[in-house]
């Protein structure tokens, strides 16, 4: 049995706290008027605002749909600076969302990974099943936060979701032609379908793997299969779904056929990433001896190719845009190019240029320590990637990796430590009547 | 010139991987050893050196990047400037998303093919090759260990027919 050190407790506790009071601060200093407003960016923006401003002013209309199409002369100004308080105050909300949602799909992309061993019987992960298992236990609070940040944008606290907003709605005729599909009761209750089922399947498929270690048969083992594989068909469908509905529904105007797709390859891949910290930090504390390097080297070979594949899909939404060069699509990255060069481009080298040359040989993907730190560098990325779906559209220009968009990261990032060891404890590290448990332990490269 | 090796032939890949461990602690130098299929750990059983064709593939892969890189540059930029996707700025890098599947194809193309080359010609295979292979029933469902004699053919052959080898012979080999 597993128990959780009291330093890495404490050190989860800190960044809890910590990032409770960065995000606290976060809110407190969004502008509630938009003089403030104003105030604030004039400081800040002393210099270049020109041509800067205007830019953005250029890309609302066809971005943020305020129904600019009928641009008033006059009125622009001030709706303009009406558009700058809400992006402010949107600020800590997409701070919080942002990370709120990264820590979740990591134990969503566990989730999925953990279905996918279930289903093809794999023989050399058995092992590795109860860190999973510990790592997807966070789907249930995140879930919920997730949820619940939802609901409070639903009740107009904030303005990331523009087509939630009646008078947005009400000038936008492309919004009301979604209105049937995206109008926040049916976005509420599709969310609450989606994670029902999830955190379901983790039940359930959880119950029946600690029951498994108790049984005398392998009745167990095989509902579990075909749970796994029934939770597959169900995932494949509302993962794809939950990306239009919580990610791409803040462009509303833009859409991408295979967004699920690309979402899916960020999660899948920094879950496998998480799962093999997890089990190197266990590893290094004297637990789940029988693991060796070769299960290290499996789940590193996962972070390589999975990142190649996000890497084919980033590319593929891309190009056919780029090349295709429709004024409705080019918006989404013409914004990003303007301005979130770093971030976009930065993402780029973290998530496809580092993986692709650091992990290629084959040597280093045994080694520990090496996987823990371009596990670190993988997962800062894929943040980087969420932050790139959801600021431009929430925020604009902005955008800042500041207080509350550290403290997000160090809340969530401790609840997520806290609630994964909390849940190791409770279950022995090595499961124990799993019939592929043999294979598992003798399994070599 | 002509030297003398003494070739026992097997009949199961188990036995013959444990008859590859005996000889070896033995210190014997196993010349060769050809099986009608590859024999998974064999490699590693007769002490050889981790293979190199890994590099070779990154290099050729990086040849294959830099051809193609320079061919549509040439092609679509300098030859013939091509204005595409309706963005003429004839300039490579501001056109380069268009090129990223010719650089990927021309990557992959390159790396694997000249070292599917590469290793035909390290095991010395090419057209018109006369076949080394000492025995035809090693490309049927015998496995046949190759040891070189230095005046040892008796204590060798013993230790052969000991690992359960279904047969063992001297012969004389062209090198």
């Known amino acids: 049995m597993y128990t959780f050190s009291n330093k890495l407790r404490l050190g989860s506790f800190i960044a809890m706290g910590l990032g409770f009071i960065f995000l606290v601060i976060g809110f407190m200093s969004a502008p509630s008027t938009v003089e403030e407003a104003k105030a604030m960016v004039a400081v800040h923006d002393d210099g270049h605002g020109g041509g800067h401003a205007e830019a953005v002013a250029e890309s609302h209309g066809e971005e943020q749909g305020h129904g600019a199409s009928e641009a008033h002369g006059e009125e622009h100004d001030s709706s303009h600076d009406e558009h700058l308080l809400q992006q402010l105050q949107n600020r800590p909300w997409s701070a919080l969302y942002v990370a709120a949602f990264f820590f979740f799909m990591i134990a969503l992309g566990v989730l999925a990974f953990y279905a996918i061993q279930r289903a093809a019987q794999a023989g050399w992960s058995p092992l590795l099943f109860r860190v999973m298992e510990g790592i997807t236990a966070y789907l249930v609070p995140g879930g919920i936060i997730v949820f619940v940040i939802l609901l409070l944008s639903a009740l107009h606290m904030n303005h990331m979701f523009v087509w939630m907003d009646p008078e947005v709605v009400a000038h936008d005729e492309l919004l009301q032609g979604k209105a049937g599909y995206l109008n926040p009761t049916f976005f509420l209750i599709r969310a609450a379908i989606f994670l029902g089922g999830w955190i379901f399947y983790r039940q359930y498929s959880r119950k029946l793997s600690l029951a498994q270690d108790e049984s005398d048969d392998n009745s167990n083992f095989v509902k579990n299969f075909r749970w796994s594989a029934g939770f597959l068909v169900f995932y494949l469908v509302t993962e794809s779904m939950m990306s239009w509905d919580w990610i791409m529904s803040v462009d509303p105007h833009w859409y991408s056929t295979l967004f699920g797709w690309y979402v899916f390859a960020s999660m899948f891949v920094s879950g496998i990433t998480v799962i093999a910290m997890v089990t190197v930090y266990l590893k290094s504390k004297g637990y789940l001896e029988q693991v060796n390097d070769s299960h290290i080297h499996d789940l590193a070979k996962f972070m390589f190719g999975i990142s190649i594949f996000w890497t084919y899909l980033w590319f593929s939404q891309f190009m056919l845009i780029w090349y295709a060069d429709i004024p409705e699509e080019v918006t989404y990255y013409v914004a990003r190019f303007q301005d979130y060069k770093l971030p976009f481009f930065g993402m780029l080298a973290l998530n496809f240029v580092f993986p692709l040359l650091v992990l290629m040989n084959s040597d280093y993907k045994r080694i520990n320590w090496f996987v823990i730190m371009t596990g670190i560098v993988v997962l800062f990325g894929h943040y980087l990637d969420i932050f790139n779906m959801i600021m431009p559209a929430t925020v604009g220009d902005q955008w800042f990796i500041g207080l509350p968009e550290i403290g997000g990261i160090l809340f969530f990032g401790g609840l997520f430590v806290y609630w994964v060891f909390t849940a190791l404890t409770k279950a022995p590290l090595q499961p124990k009547r799993n019939p592929f448990i043999e294979e598992s332990r003798h399994f070599h490269y | ?175």
């Open chain 2, 1 to 175: 010139m002509a030297s003398k090796v003494i070739q026992a032939l097997y009949n199961d890949d188990d036995v013959l991987m444990h008859a590859v461990k005996k000889v070896r602690a033995e210190h014997h130098h196993i010349e060769e050893v050809y099986t009608p299929f590859p024999v998974h750990g064999l490699d590693k059983a007769m002490g050889l050196a981790d293979t190199r064709i890994a590099i070779t593939s990154f290099l050729y892969g990086c040849l294959g990047l830099t051809v193609a890189i320079v061919m549509m540059n040439f092609i679509m930029i300098e030859d013939w400037p091509q204005d595409i996707g309706g963005k003429p700025s004839f300039s490579y890098l501001e056109n380069m998303p268009a090129f990223v599947p010719i650089m990927f194809e021309l990557t992959v193309f390159f790396a694997a093919h000249l070292m599917v080359i590469t290793f035909y010609l390290r095991s010395r295979m090419w057209p018109f090759k006369k076949a080394e292979n000492p025995d035809k029933r090693t490309t049927d469902d015998h496995f046949l260990m190759e040891i070189g004699l230095h005046d040892n053919e008796n204590e060798l052959a013993d230790l052969l027919w000991e690992t359960g080898a279904v047969e063992v012979k001297v012969t004389e080999k062209e090198s």
